[in-house]
């Protein structure tokens, strides 16, 4: 733990040019007078730190220090900083923070500003402080190995209660969900975790299963020819770039202005449906069509009632 706290102070001073004392402190969850023991140690390993008194004193390194800059190539930093800084738009995670510190320090200026040029928000639009403290607790109890309950509220609004073997974190879209064993069902199921309410960590330990996550399991569930159903849909020419967007250009017939696509039947896609309004109009199969109908005459009439 002292190790990794001297490696990552060394890298924050590489970075800024000078840092409190209590600053450090507050970081590393340690006092002031660890932080000075700790620059006792750089200074007796031969890195060349400087500790200032006063209003505008702090720690510094002498001008010019560097690091073997060999271990990873100017690309690999780059491509790593930006995954990190992706990242920490969702959860809060110390040790990434620190990660992205290492890495800014080693980074000369002209990556520093190739770093700046990409920056992928995953965060939601608007305030989201209870979205970022689900996710950082669900990573938590994940690598504690610690379960999870919560209540959870599906499409047709039935809420269970669940106790959760959290084994991953997915951001499926612009989605995010947690994927692991639910002790209810006795197998593994995908939750959206914008559905689960009063999110706890329990301390009870579990195991971790054996899941190949690289076969994306959850994608396999999702496209089970089970649930499965075959559409044909048409739609106006003036929404084709959303249908594109949408559907996948792949799947659209611009000569005939049809969509075929096999999507899993559930309540969703009724609703992805309707979300087209009259722009998108359902072929086959029938039985489709005719939900799809009865839903949109349950939305006329809400509105006709006074």
Same mark, same amino acid.
Request: hydrophobic residues 40%.
């Given at each position: 733990?002292?190790?990794?706290?001297?490696?990552?102070?060394?890298?924050?001073?590489?970075? @800024?040019?000078?840092?409190?004392?209590?600053?450090?402190?507050?970081?590393?969850?340690?006092?002031?007078?660890?932080?000075?023991?700790?620059?006792?140690?750089?200074?007796?390993?031969?890195?060349?730190?400087?500790?200032?008194?006063?209003?505008?004193?702090?720690?510094?390194?002498?001008?010019?220090?560097?690091?073997?800059?060999?271990?990873?190539?100017?690309?690999?930093?780059?491509?790593?900083?930006?995954?990190?800084?992706?990242?920490?738009?969702?959860?809060?995670?110390?040790?990434?923070?620190?990660?992205?510190?290492?890495?800014?320090?080693?980074?000369?200026?002209?990556?520093?500003?190739?770093?700046?040029?990409?920056?992928?928000?995953?965060?939601?639009?608007?305030?989201?402080?209870?979205?970022?403290?689900?996710?950082?607790?669900?990573?938590?109890?994940?690598?504690?190995?610690?379960?999870?309950?919560?209540?959870?509220?599906?499409?047709?609004? @039935?809420?269970?209660? @669940?106790?959760?073997?959290?084994?991953?974190?997915?951001?499926?879209?612009?989605?995010?969900?947690?994927?692991?064993?639910?002790?209810?069902?006795?197998?593994?199921?995908?939750?959206?975790?914008?559905?689960?309410?009063?999110?706890?960590?329990?301390?009870?330990?579990?195991?971790?299963?054996?899941?190949?996550?690289?076969?994306?399991?959850?994608?396999?569930?999702?496209?089970?020819?089970?649930?499965?159903?075959?559409?044909?849909?048409?739609?106006?020419?003036?929404?084709?770039?959303?249908?594109?967007?949408?559907?996948?250009?792949?799947?659209?017939?611009?000569?005939?202005?049809?969509?075929?696509?096999?999507?899993?039947?559930?309540?969703?896609?009724?609703?992805?449906?309707?979300?087209?309004?009259? @722009?998108?109009?359902?072929?086959?199969?029938?039985?489709?069509?005719?939900?799809?109908?009865?839903?949109?005459?349950?939305?006329?009439?809400?509105?006709?009632?006074?």
């Amino acid at each position: 733990m002292k190790l990794e706290r001297l490696l990552t102070m060394t890298m924050i001073l590489i970075n @800024r040019k000078k840092v409190k004392a209590q600053e450090l402190a507050d970081l590393f969850n340690v006092s002031v007078r660890t932080i000075y023991r700790d620059i006792e140690t750089l200074s007796c390993a031969g890195v060349p730190v400087m500790s200032q008194q006063g209003v505008n004193g702090g720690i510094s390194l002498i001008d010019g220090y560097r690091v073997d800059k060999q271990v990873l190539t100017k690309e690999e930093l780059a491509s790593l900083s930006i995954a990190i800084k992706s990242a920490l738009t969702t959860y809060e995670d110390s040790h990434a923070k620190a990660v992205l510190e290492k890495l800014t320090g080693i980074a000369d200026e002209k990556m520093k500003q190739s770093i700046d040029q990409l920056f992928i928000d995953l965060s939601p639009w608007g305030p989201n402080v209870i979205f970022k403290d689900q996710i950082t607790l669900l990573k938590k109890a994940i690598e504690h190995t610690h379960c999870v309950s919560f209540s959870y509220s599906t499409t047709h609004g @039935r809420i269970t209660n @669940r106790l959760l073997e959290p084994h991953t974190l997915v951001q499926k879209g612009k989605v995010w969900y947690v994927y692991g064993y639910c002790t209810w069902r006795e197998d593994f199921r995908f939750f959206k975790i914008s559905r689960m309410k009063n999110l706890k960590e329990e301390m009870t330990t579990f195991q971790r299963k054996e899941v190949n996550l690289s076969e994306l399991p959850w994608d396999k569930k999702w496209h089970d020819p089970q649930n499965v159903v075959n559409l044909t849909l048409s739609f106006d020419a003036a929404i084709t770039t959303l249908v594109e967007e949408s559907f996948g250009a792949e799947h659209v017939d611009h000569e005939s202005s049809t969509i075929n696509i096999s999507l899993p039947e559930d309540e969703w896609l009724y609703g992805f449906l309707l979300s087209f309004g009259h @722009r998108v109009k359902v072929l086959e199969p029938p039985h489709i069509s005719e939900i799809v109908q009865k839903r949109a005459l349950e939305i006329v009439q809400l509105y006709k009632e006074k």
